[in-house]
T-cell receptor, first 114, second 115 residues
């Protein structure tokens, strides 16, 4: 069975602060894929990043960075110098190599205040 | 089409009525997924298709829920004898390939309210 845990239900920061969203996962698959999706107040789900289980290199895209650590089954997401437009619910998700359904965490509501 | 299209966007129905939610995936996408999202929760898997074949329906809550994709394109999620607990956002997603590496493109969703 696959499981994704996002322990932080809500986070509130002031603009320009750095913020890290935690994600811990469980799977029995040796090959699997991890994702982050963003759900802004408008409600759509927007894909941010995908990583596979055999590539533990961290990734940076502008103000966004992702830290994948297999040893702790974590795939954390950091936003540097947060902006008000970053306010959204962020979902971590997992799919396996044997079953292709995408399992989501409960999400973290990030509020960036001016 | 350019994106995943869902209809209706909003549906209000009375308890006991049947509802059908439609999803038109991105042209050429072989996989199609249905999810349900309650307020304040993450999307919950319902079922998915590879072309017209339903691959996994383990997430359908009970036998009042069914889905089909007869020609491998448009899909319909049907809920029979709706109950108030069925109220939620129902999201459809499609992907180009059939793989765990799928990047799903989601539609705007169909918000169902059962009175």
């Amino acid at each position: 069975a696959q499981k994704v845990t996002q322990a932080q239900t809500e986070i509130s920061v002031v603009e320009k602060e750095d913020v890290t969203l935690d994600c811990v996962y469980e799977t029995r698959d040796t090959t699997y894929y991890l994702f982050w999706y963003k759900q802004p107040p408008s409600g759509e789900l927007v894909f941010l990043i995908r990583r596979n289980s055999f590539d533990e290199q961290n990734e940076i895209s502008g103000r966004y960075s992702w830290n994948f650590q297999k040893s702790t089954s974590s795939f954390n997401f950091t936003i540097t110098a947060s902006q008000v437009v970053d306010s959204a619910v962020y979902f971590c998700a997992l799919s396996g190599g044997s079953n292709y359904k995408l399992t989501f965490g409960k999400g973290t509501l990030l509020t960036v205040n001016p | 089409g350019a994106g995943v299209s869902q209809s209706p966007r909003y549906k209000v129905t009375k308890r006991g009525q049947d509802v059908a939610l439609r999803c038109d995936p991105i042209s050429g996408h072989v996989s199609l997924y249905w999810y349900r999202q309650a307020l304040g929760q993450g999307p919950e898997f319902l079922t998915y298709f590879n072309y017209e074949a339903q691959q996994d329906k383990s997430g359908l809550p009970n036998d009042r829920f069914s889905a089909e994709r007869p020609e491998g394109s448009i899909s319909t999620l049907t809920i029979q004898r709706t109950e108030q607990r069925d109220s939620a956002m129902y999201r459809c997603a499609s992907s180009l390939i059939f793989s765990g590496a799928n990047v799903l493109t989601f539609g705007a969703g169909s918000r169902l309210t059962v009175l």
